[in-house]
């Protein structure tokens, strides 16, 4: 009974910060600290159903796990000093949504869908009584729980939906992207290195240490580049490191051996050109665009890149292969990609310029 108590209250609580979502404000430098260093995380589950609250007891087992399996601690008595409190509310039906800042990216697979009203967990955290500005959502494939447990021939619906959430949660990403919200690096890099982690899990890791600035990242992300499954992405976070990355890519771009890992590099190169004014990315790009073996996918990423540079030297480079595309009678979709990538590029350059 007063487990169920302290889930109305929370539920309370819950409501009464919608509004707080709304007013969206950056983390302080000491919060940032505190989480940066957050080890011991009081978990709240709340499991939902048409019917009403029902134990949450197997939704914060399968959340216990995800969290110690990446070495965080979680305090079951909360009159026990803990770092972080995280909060997981689990619903047959979806009764509320609030905006996401997740990543800045609203497009996120993980972030809310405002149309959404099927079985979903919501994913919150806070410090000292205030929830910040983050909220990720985790969903069943199915949107109609009745439906679905009927086809499954289960009776009981919502008991059904909290089932296929909590297998949904042993497989999501959200123990990492809280981990990569609070910045703590070192966290991911340790599981980076661990010889028995899953190479899926370190694809999942590489793009969250990207935008880290920790100065471990970018050495961890060097040593990915000589695992050929993981090189590809990891040449695409280098990117995000910015100007500290350019020579790797650069190298990477002139000896890469398939056309896969030459287009990560470009991409990489292409992340830096776009937010850094003094890369020196444009003359090896433009070098490789001009070596008669590189192929039409690589052509194409280098032709990209160049437009987000916005150097006008590229100009009568791109005319140039965007005469020879546009001559050329090779209808093939490689061939096609690459005249719209220079339209772009060279609209980018110059708006005023006819390229068809």
């Not at 987000?308 to 096609?336: C, F, I, R």
């Amino acid at each position: 009974m007063q487990v169920f108590t302290v889930i109305i209250c929370f539920l309370l609580v819950s409501l009464t910060t919608d509004q707080a979502f709304s007013r969206q404000r950056a983390l302080t430098p000491a919060e940032k600290t505190h989480l940066k260093n957050a080890q011991n995380i009081s978990l709240e589950t709340v499991a939902l159903t048409e019917k009403g609250l029902v134990d949450p007891q197997e939704i914060q087992h399968v959340v216990t796990n995800r969290f110690q399996e990446i070495g965080y601690t979680i305090i079951k008595d909360e009159e026990i000093s803990h770092d972080v409190v995280v909060k997981v509310k689990c619903e047959e039906r979806k009764t509320r949504t609030g905006p996401s800042t997740y990543g800045g990216d609203a497009d996120s697979l993980h972030s809310p869908l405002p149309g959404w009203t099927g079985p979903a967990c919501q994913i919150t955290y806070g410090l000292n009584g205030e929830q910040f500005d983050w909220r990720i959502e985790v969903r069943t494939d199915f949107k109609d729980a009745m439906e679905a447990a009927k086809k499954k021939e289960k009776k009981n619906s919502g008991e059904y939906a909290l089932t296929e959430l909590s297998i949904k949660l042993k497989h999501d990403d959200f123990p990492l992207l809280l981990t990569a919200e609070w910045e703590q690096a070192d966290r991911l890099i340790n599981l980076m290195q661990r010889t028995e982690i899953d190479q899926s899990l370190k694809l999942k890791i590489i793009p969250l240490l990207g935008s880290n600035s920790d100065p471990s990242v970018l050495p961890t992300l060097t040593q990915a580049l000589n695992d050929p499954v993981l090189a590809p992405q990891a040449a695409i976070a280098l990117g995000q490191q910015g100007e500290q990355a350019e020579a790797t890519l650069v190298g990477l771009l002139q000896t890469a051996e398939t056309p896969e890992l030459k287009i990560a590099a470009v991409k990489g190169l292409g992340e830096i050109a776009t937010h850094s004014a003094q890369t020196r990315v444009y003359t090896p790009l433009v070098h490789s665009l001009q070596k008669p073996d590189t192929e039409i996918p690589v052509k194409t990423e280098i032709v990209r890149a160049l437009g987000k540079l916005g150097d006008q030297e590229a100009v009568p480079v791109l005319e140039k292969l965007n005469h020879e595309a546009w001559t050329d009678p090779s209808s093939s979709q490689e061939m096609q990609e690459l005249r719209e990538a220079l339209t772009w590029s060279l609209w980018q350059l110059n708006p005023d310029a006819h390229t068809g």
